[in-house]
Each structure stands twice: as structure tokens, then as C-alpha cells.
């Protein structure tokens, strides 16, 4: 009698157990779904966060970032320690310092130029750029430097462009002496061929390689490969254009160029322009205020 009310009353607390687990599971459950509804609403909120500080920062950016050409010594390359330098990036840095900005040397790709602008992920293009041509392309600064294009040559019998005749000419894509070679087909037409390359440096070493014959380019880049590293090369007397240097900005954004263009008179005021510019050819070349 004993054994079967102590069974019966083991198997009432069992069953009570049970019931009492059951609940629990179901409270467990809901409490889940509680705490995992919490986390949810809390990762929204934090993505929310994150989204509203990332448009601040964009409104609050303070960065100068400048596009270039890293393989355009002397206005823009990448020296012996790996680093960006050249005299349009000091420039620009020294103007970016002025005005409290953050300076960001950008390396693009010269033919993307454009697409780099318009898309926002520089704010202008200072690198030897031509003004001659792209007037109305973009905002520009003053012309700060003058210069030309012209030929370069190797062969020491080469001594004008009528010597062009039947020889190969080299010069980098998408650049104002392609662009000024394309505008004289009566000289072009006497080439043997007229070829394009992404970068000067190619071309230099074509033509010390005697690859090609000469090269069109920059007069200022010209020289300083010439005079700067001892290249024994030769730039014809006869110009191919005559034109300017200028800061090109997206068409249109005329805030950053003023604020740009008033720094860059300020630097001439002063003599720190004047101070880059011996540093990197010897002498003062610029034309900014004379």
C-alpha cells in the first residue's frame, strides 16, 4: 500500500515537473524572439547611425584631392622612395596647407581623366594640363605656367620637323601634342608612322632603345628629362604648339577654383611660388601675377 502511494505520488510530481518544463520552453521561446527582435531593431539603428555619419563626413569633407599623371616628372611621378612628389604636387599641397585642407595626391590614368572628375573622386586635374584646346571643357584656374610642345629626337641628323619625313613619332595617348599632331595632317602625312603610348617614360625609353625616332611632348617635361637626369637627347627648335598651363576643375565648380586661384596669387605675393619653381627648374617660370 506504502510502495503504491509513494509511486503515485512520484509520478504526480513527475507529471508536474513536465508541465512545468512545457511552460518554460514556451516562455524561453517568447523571450527569444523578444531579445532577438531587440538586437534586430538595435543593428537597424546602428546601420542608420553609421549611414547618417558617413553623409556627414561627405558633407564635412575638408580634402583637396588632386588627379595626376604619376609618370609626368617633372609636374607629377613617383620618386626613389616610392613617394608621389613633382612641382604641380608641391603646388598643390602648399595650397591645400593654406586654405586648411587635407591634401590627397590621386594617380589616374591620363585617358580617364574625365570620368575621374565627373564622378567626384577628384577635385581637379593639376598635372601639366593644357588649357590650349579644353577651353570649354572646364573650369579653369589662371594659366600659373607657359609652355609648348615640341619634338624630341635622338638622332643628331634630325634637326627640323621637315627631317620627320618617313620617321617614326611616338607621344602619349589622349595628350595636347597628340591632340595638336591631329590638327596637322599635312605634317603627320609625312610620318612613316604615328604611334600612341599610355606615358612619357615609355617613350623616352623607346627612343633611347631607337624604337622610334622622335617624340612629341611637353617642352617642360622635355627639359627636365633632358637637363634633370642627363638624357642625351635634343628638342628641335620648331614648336609644334605654343600654350598654357592651367588647374582644371569640373565644369562649373568655380568655388574650389576661386578659392584655389586667390591662393595661388597669394604664393606669388610672397615669393613661395617663386621658391618651388627654382627648386624644380632653376629659375622662376611662372606667370601667375606678371
Do not use: H
Given at each position: 500500500m506504502k510502495k503504491k502511494l509513494l509511486g503515485t505520488l512520484l509520478a504526480a510530481v513527475m507529471t508536474a515537473a513536465m508541465l512545468a518544463?512545457?511552460?518554460?520552453?514556451?516562455?524561453?521561446?517568447?523571450?527569444?524572439?523578444?531579445?532577438?527582435?531587440?538586437?534586430?531593431?538595435?543593428?537597424?539603428?546602428?546601420?542608420?547611425?553609421?549611414?547618417?555619419?558617413?553623409?556627414?563626413?561627405?558633407?564635412?569633407?575638408?580634402t583637396f584631392t588632386v588627379g595626376f599623371d604619376q609618370e609626368?616628372?617633372?609636374?607629377?611621378?613617383?620618386?626613389?622612395?616610392?613617394?608621389?612628389?613633382?612641382?604641380?604636387?608641391?603646388?598643390?599641397?602648399?595650397?591645400?596647407?593654406?586654405?586648411?585642407?587635407?591634401?590627397?595626391?590621386?594617380?589616374?590614368?591620363?585617358?580617364?581623366?574625365?570620368?575621374?572628375?565627373?564622378?567626384?573622386?577628384?577635385?581637379c586635374i593639376w598635372n601639366g594640363f593644357t588649357m590650349t584646346g579644353r577651353e570649354d571643357q572646364y573650369t579653369w584656374s589662371e594659366p600659373y605656367l607657359k609652355n609648348a610642345q615640341v619634338f624630341v629626337v635622338a638622332d643628331s641628323s634630325i634637326k627640323t620637323r621637315e627631317d620627320l619625313a618617313g620617321k617614326i613619332v611616338e607621344v602619349q595617348a589622349d595628350s595636347s601634342a597628340e591632340a595638336a599632331l591631329k590638327e596637322d595632317p599635312d605634317l603627320t602625312g609625312t610620318f612613316a608612322q604615328l604611334q600612341t603610348v599610355p606615358d612619357y617614360n615609355t617613350a623616352v625609353m623607346d627612343l633611347q632603345q631607337g624604337a622610334v625616332?622622335?617624340?612629341?611632348?611637353?617642352?617642360v617635361v622635355a627639359a627636365?628629362?633632358?637637363?634633370?637626369?642627363?638624357?642625351?637627347?635634343?628638342?628641335?627648335?620648331?614648336?609644334?604648339?605654343?600654350?598654357?598651363?592651367?588647374?582644371?576643375?569640373?565644369?562649373?565648380?568655380?568655388?574650389?577654383?576661386d578659392k584655389v586661384q586667390s591662393t595661388l596669387e597669394e604664393m606669388a605675393s610672397d615669393g613661395k611660388l617663386a621658391e618651388i619653381s627654382t627648386k624644380w627648374f632653376g629659375e622662376d617660370i611662372t606667370t601667375v601675377g606678371k
Open positions: 518544463g512545457c511552460g518554460n520552453t514556451g516562455d524561453s521561446s517568447d523571450s527569444a524572439d523578444g531579445e532577438k527582435d531587440a538586437k534586430t531593431e538595435d543593428t537597424e539603428k546602428k546601420a542608420d547611425a553609421s549611414e547618417d555619419a558617413k553623409d556627414e563626413a561627405a558633407s564635412d569633407d575638408n609626368f616628372p617633372p609636374m607629377g611621378f613617383v620618386d626613389e622612395n616610392g613617394e608621389f612628389t613633382g612641382f604641380d604636387l608641391e603646388l598643390a599641397e602648399e595650397v591645400a596647407n593654406r586654405l586648411g585642407m587635407k591634401f590627397v595626391p590621386q594617380p589616374i590614368s591620363w585617358d580617364a581623366k574625365d570620368m575621374e572628375l565627373d564622378s567626384g573622386t577628384i577635385d625616332d622622335a617624340i612629341a611632348m611637353d617642352k627636365y628629362q633632358i637637363e634633370g637626369r642627363g638624357e642625351e637627347l635634343t628638342i628641335l627648335d620648331d614648336e609644334l604648339q605654343a600654350e598654357e598651363y592651367g588647374i582644371g576643375f569640373k565644369l562649373g565648380n568655380t568655388d574650389l577654383r
